[in-house]
Every structure is written in C-alpha cells, then in structure tokens.
C-alpha cells in the first residue's frame, strides 16, 4: 500500500499539474438553500516556472446544485499572472503548453490556462479560455509576465 501512495505521489509530481489556492471570494447573489453565487479568487503557481503566480477570477454557480457540485459554471473568467520571487525554470519550456485546466461541469467543460512564450520580447504570455463554444468562440483574458533580459528563456 505504501508503494502505490508513493508511486501515486511521484506520477502527481511529474505531471506538472497546478492546484488552485482559493484566496477570496465575494458572493453575487443570495440563494435561499445551498451557498450563495459567488466569483472567486484562485493563485496557481506556474509548475514549471519558479515566481510566477496566476490569479484567476471565476464565477462559481451556487444553489442546491452548485453545493453537491452538479451546477455549470458560467465560462467567464478573467486571469493576471506575476512575478512574485526570483525566476527560474526547473525544464526547458514548450513554445506554448497547457499550464493548468479546471472543471466547470461534470462533463467536458473546462477552463484552460496554457503558457505561450514570446522569445522577441523575453516574456510569458498565458491565456485563459474555456473549451466549450459560445456563439463559434470562446471568451478568454490574456496576460504577460516580461522576464528579465539578464535571465534567457529556455526553449524546447
């Protein structure tokens, strides 16, 4: 049993995936049974990019069915990334990779932050979108973070 924790732990760790920290919230609207609609605020931490954090802002549904975690998410999501430490990076980055995705439905709906580097300028740009359509396009926020001349990005 051990060993499975273990190897669970290790393949966590290599997958590179982020985990929102839920910094605050403020509530939209009163629900009379379960929790209140609200939007709220999440830090993720660039896996691959010490002293970088992304701020995420999200509506959250709530009602009966947003407090058994069976409500959509509305789409909406606005992000700002900044450097908040030294840079470094433990690997190599792809020219563009998904950073970080999370759910906002049981099913197929998410919301994407992926990380595009902009080699002319030495800077990271994340974008955040969900990946189910709206109208032929889904809504989105974009947001850089310039990384000092002195420290080259690597690049795959």
Known sequence: MKFICKVV????????????ETIGSVDTAFNFI????????????????????????????GGIKGGL??????????I???QVGA?????????????FNQSL??????LRVVRVVDQKRNALVYLTYSDKLIDGSPKNSVTAVAVDRSIAIPVK
């Open 9 to 20: 732990a290790v393949v966590f760790l290599l997958s590179g995936v982020a985990h929102a």
């Open 34 to 61: 379960g929790p209140d609609h609200k939007i709220v605020i999440e830090a993720y931490d660039d896996p691959k990019v010490a002293g970088i954090t992304c701020y995420l802002s999200r509506a959250k549904t």
């Open 69 to 78: 975690g069976l409500a959509e998410d509305k789409t909406e999501a606005s």
């Open 80 to 82: 700002a990334c900044r």
């Open 87 to 99: 840079i470094s990076f433990s690997t190599p980055l792809k020219q563009q990779e998904e950073v």
């Open 105 to 110: 439905s049981i099913l197929f709906k998410k």
